[in-house]
């Protein structure tokens, strides 16, 4: 019998979970009623009412994009010139940097992080991850049939610079070539932020391990407007100039968190490197994907984001808007951080965005306290060393007690209770 799938993807059966465990939430709050049920599988941004969030600016002005131009294929297969004026605005020029790059539109951050392991790294070649990170980078690197190494991202409460160093020259000295995700700021699913110093260090080891061979540093900027030092912390990418001609930085553009335009699927591919003559070839090979792989990015949607981005008073608008709502994730993070650190629920170190994570080093405790939860209707993403609560999906007062009714079952499954049978 022939397989109907190719032999080499015959393998590839979608297992997700944060669809999974989203899903789960879902059929829970339709046999419990929503109001019982924590569902903090979701990854995108639901607001106090337990909607999903659509910034009215952002709306408001895709209303006013006309019909044609909703309807239309984008002028050109690398994204509008009005949308890549707006990225490039929204990213540097905003905040008073002028840094050569190009740009190129993809279909959300996901097209970005998988046309960049696609152009950039051989079939053999592998790609390196933080240890704990979001779940779909391992399907990118699966589409590709692209070997995977990680590095530890912490070291007790600090990004672990050291794991980056080794992991990155083990895998140069293998094959000539790094290609490294660092997913900054509000990393998913931890919610860390690395310091200017952990920048600093990195950068610094980029230089002197880029005189072995290719470098090629994919930054995912996927929360970056969910930060709380606001656009202070895009003068990061001032270091990106400037770097060794065997360095080239990809940053990855997302509009979906951004813009609260999630379905919309419109990102970007930055690229940014001293070696323009190098860096041309990995442009041509992106545009081909784009052309060979999905064509052209929503045109409506560039259009939406280029009229925002360029547009000072409409930008003004936006970002009084989502101000508002940074502050309502500050407010939600700093109920379940305060009270898992009062009844001793250990959490990775958290600064700022979408979720906060569980540490349980234990994988079978892990696995058996997430089927647990979902007993008590409480809906968490199952990720490498712990449980992932999406804060950017829970009203606060579904917060409110939620760290200790999780170490309450924690407890009950590690023996740990602190009442015994005789009190
Ligand atoms: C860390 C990270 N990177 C990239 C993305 C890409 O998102 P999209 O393809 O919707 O732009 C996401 C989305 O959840 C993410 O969490």
């Given at each position: 019998m022939k397989l109907f799938v190719s032999e080499v993807m015959h393998d590839k059966e979608i297992v997700d979970t944060v669809f999974e465990a989203s899903q789960g939430a879902i059929e829970a709050s339709k046999k419990y009623g929503v109001e019982n049920v924590v569902n903090g599988a979701f990854g995108t941004y639901f607001d106090e009412t337990g909607k999903l969030l659509t910034f009215e600016t952002v709306y408001r002005t895709f209303d006013k994009v006309d019909d044609i131009q909703k309807g239309k294929y984008a002028s050109s297969i690398m994204g509008s010139p009005e949308f890549q004026a707006g990225v490039k605005d929204w990213l540097f020029t905003s905040v008073g940097l002028d840094i050569p790059c190009h740009i190129i539109a993809t279909p959300g951050g996901t097209g970005a992080l998988s046309s960049t392991v696609k152009n950039i790294l051989s079939p053999g070649q592998t790609v390196i991850f933080p240890d704990i990170g979001w779940g779909p980078y391992t399907t990118i690197a699966k589409e590709q049939r692209t070997p995977i190494e990680t590095y530890q991202l912490f070291d007790g409460d600090h990004f672990n610079i050291e794991s980056f160093k080794s992991v990155c020259t083990d895998v140069m000295r293998k094959q000539g070539k790094v290609l490294v995700f660092v997913n900054d700021p509000c990393q998913n699913p931890t919610g860390y932020t690395m310091t200017e110093d952990e920048w600093d260090q990195m950068i610094d080891f980029i230089k002197e391990i880029s005189k072995e061979g290719a470098f090629i540093l994919l930054h995912d900027i996927?929360?970056?407007?969910?930060?709380?030092?606001?656009?202070?912390?895009?003068?990061?990418?001032?270091?990106?100039?400037?770097?060794?001609?065997?360095v080239l930085t990809v940053i990855a553009f997302s509009a979906s968190k951004t813009m609260t335009a999630y379905g919309m699927r419109v990102g970007a591919q930055i690229l940014i490197s001293s070696n323009e003559e190098q860096m041309m070839k990995v442009v041509h090979a992106c545009g081909n994907t784009a052309r060979g792989v999905w064509?052209?990015?929503n045109n409506g949607g560039m259009k939406m984001f280029a009229d925002i981005a360029l547009n000072p008073e409409i930008k003004e608008r936006y970002v009084i808007e989502k101000s508002e709502y940074v502050t309502l994730l500050k407010d939600r993070a700093a109920i379940f951080v305060k009270e898992a650190e009062e009844v001793g629920l250990p959490l990775y170190p958290y600064k700022e965005g979408f979720f906060v994570t569980i540490r349980i080093d234990d994988q079978i405790v892990k696995n058996e306290l997430h089927l647990k939860l979902k007993t008590l209707n409480i809906f968490f993403v199952n990720v490498y060393g712990g449980l992932r609560v999406a804060i950017c999906s829970i009203q606060k007062e579904k917060i409110y007690g939620l760290a200790a009714r999780v170490k309450e079952a924690l407890d009950i499954l590690t023996g740990e209770s602190n009442t015994s049978e005789e009190d």
């Open positions: 996927a929360y970056i407007d969910f930060n709380l030092e606001g656009d202070r912390y895009k003068k990061i990418f001032q270091r990106f100039v400037d770097l060794p001609e065997n064509s052209t990015v």
